[in-house]
């Protein structure tokens, strides 16, 4: 700022002792300027504001003044002034390129798109990135084929960022323009054959505008361009199930989850998919047993939930409860989970952790009749019947027409009274069941 002011003082020496009016007009005017400095340094902007009043009624025309008065009415909230004199300062100044940009940045807070929009123009010719600012702008404004225009150029220019393929993605989205994003990606897989983002860029478009065949014959063109490529088998190995060629799927499936390159939650899906597979082909099995093996760490609950219902249906419990545990603890408040964990805990023989989880959950979850019935199978199974009774017969108030449940619940009372020889009861709770089980 000093440096911007120096223009109309460099004849000026602020240590020279005045001789005259001219010198006390210098010296009033540097410490009124220096004083504003200092009030917005500590962002006391109204101060600052009466300081570069004083130091314009001195000097009216020095541009740096009214772009401080800018900024400090931007900062009381004064937009009106603030832009008045944002707009001075760039018309005493129109090459200054702080003064533009500070005046746009201004337009662009108000939302006045259009204001911004002329006001970036003049910043591209001192800066082309402003080219891509102008293009968000145009998209603000709807005028889709104007930043459509500076994003190609830009492209051209500099080559593709992440930044401008999604305000490309934006537009076409918001236009429905499919067809031309997909030529603009066929375009880069021809001018660029040999970068595999472009054909992955390309595979993923073809396939959200389900045109699959055309997608599958992209992946495979890119895995005889590149045959070690990894990040292909992303789409192959679904484009392989599609197909009915269940060996390449595997195989796919398989180069995802050792790749070093993909990310975890992209390998998770992947495996996630293949416990599926898995489930409806069981002679891939031990592909499924080498995946997840692959899979260190596993940390995402789907997949684990959806390993926990494999084992489950293998009728491996272990391998089950195991995955269940380890996905609770990313839900704890997953209902479902928590059931089949306590209901393997009964299966597996333990019941002491059922019993304690079974009336920690019940703190939870006091109206779920499942829970007072594992509550209770635990307290029998521990040969604790009285409080099997107990627990059973609240929970018994909870049951909304189930009549399975209610038969096993009137089960677990007779096997407690017959714990406590009470075999009168037993028989009735016994009677009870059998009648439920004969009209069910």
């Given amino acids: 700022m000093i440096f911007i002011l120096q223009p109309s003082y460099a004849q000026v020496d602020f240590n020279k002792t005045p001789e005259d009016d001219l010198g006390i007009v210098e010296d009033k005017f540097q410490e009124y300027?220096?004083?504003?400095?200092?009030?917005?340094?500590?962002?006391n902007y109204e101060r600052a504001v009466e300081s570069l009043l004083k130091c314009i009624e001195l000097d009216e025309s020095v541009p740096v003044l009214y772009f401080e008065l800018g900024k400090s009415y931007n900062k009381l909230k004064n937009f009106g002034a603030a832009e008045d004199a944002l707009k001075k300062a760039v018309n005493k100044d129109p090459d200054n390129e702080w003064f533009l940009d500070e005046l746009y940045g201004y337009y662009a807070s108000q939302n006045e798109y259009d204001k911004a929009i002329?006001?970036?123009?003049?910043?591209?010719?001192?800066?082309p990135d402003y080219k891509e600012d102008l293009a968000s702008l145009y998209v603000r404004v709807k005028k889709?084929?104007?930043?459509?225009?500076?994003?190609?150029?830009?492209?051209?220019?500099?080559?593709?960022?992440?930044?401008?393929?999604?305000?490309?993605?934006?537009?076409?989205?918001?236009?429905?323009?499919?067809?031309?994003?997909?030529?603009?990606?066929?375009?880069?897989?021809?001018?660029?054959?040999?970068?595999?983002?472009?054909?992955?860029?390309?595979?993923?478009?073809?396939?959200?505008?389900?045109?699959?065949?055309?997608?599958?014959?992209?992946?495979?063109?890119l895995l005889k361009i590149n045959p070690n490529s990894q990040m292909v088998h992303l789409a192959l190995y679904k484009f392989y199930l599609d197909d009915n060629m269940p060996e390449k799927a595997v195989e796919s499936m398989k180069i995802v989850v050792k790749s070093t390159q993909i990310k975890p939650e992209a390998k998770l899906k992947v495996l996630t998919d293949f416990v599926r597979f898995a489930g409806e082909h069981p002679e891939y099995g031990e592909d499924l047993m080498e995946a997840t093996a692959l899979v260190e760490g596993t940390n995402n609950s789907k997949t684990l939930i959806e390993l926990g219902q494999y084992y489950l249906?293998?009728?491996?419990?272990?391998?089950?409860?195991?995955?269940?545990?380890?996905?609770?603890?990313?839900?704890?408040?997953?209902?479902?989970?928590?059931?089949?964990?306590?209901?393997?805990?009964?299966d597996l023989e333990h019941f002491n952790v059922a019993n304690e989880k079974s009336t920690k959950a019940l703190e939870n979850y006091p109206s779920q009749p499942l829970l007072y019935l594992i509550n209770g199978v635990s307290f029998n199974n521990l040969n604790k019947p009285q409080k099997a009774i107990d627990t059973l017969e609240i929970g018994l108030d909870y049951i909304i027409d189930d009549v399975k449940m209610e038969s096993d619940f009137y089960n677990q009372l007779s096997e407690a009274y017959t714990l406590l020889n009470n075999t009168v009861k037993a028989k009735t709770f016994s009677d009870k069941a059998k009648q439920l089980e004969n009209t069910n």
């Avoid at 300027?33 to 962002?43: C, P, R, S, V």
């Avoid at 249906?313 to 989970?337: C, D, H, I, Q, R």
């Fill in 313 to 346: 249906a293998k009728n491996n419990k272990v391998k089950a409860l195991e995955n269940f545990e380890a996905a609770l603890k990313m839900e704890p408040n997953n209902y479902g989970v928590l059931k089949n964990i306590l209901l393997l805990y009964l």
């Fill in 33 to 43: 300027f220096y004083e504003a400095l200092k009030q917005k340094g500590i962002e």
């Fill in 118 to 127: 002329k006001t970036v123009k003049q910043l591209v010719d001192y800066h």
């Fill in 144 to 221: 889709y084929n104007d930043a459509l225009k500076i994003l190609d150029d830009l492209d051209k220019e500099h080559g593709i960022s992440i930044s401008r393929d999604m305000m490309r993605n934006r537009i076409y989205e918001a236009t429905g323009r499919k067809k031309d994003q997909i030529k603009n990606l066929e375009q880069r897989v021809d001018n660029n054959p040999e970068k595999e983002s472009n054909y992955l860029a390309l595979i993923y478009r073809y396939s959200q505008n389900n045109q699959k065949e055309k997608a599958f014959e992209t992946a495979k063109e």
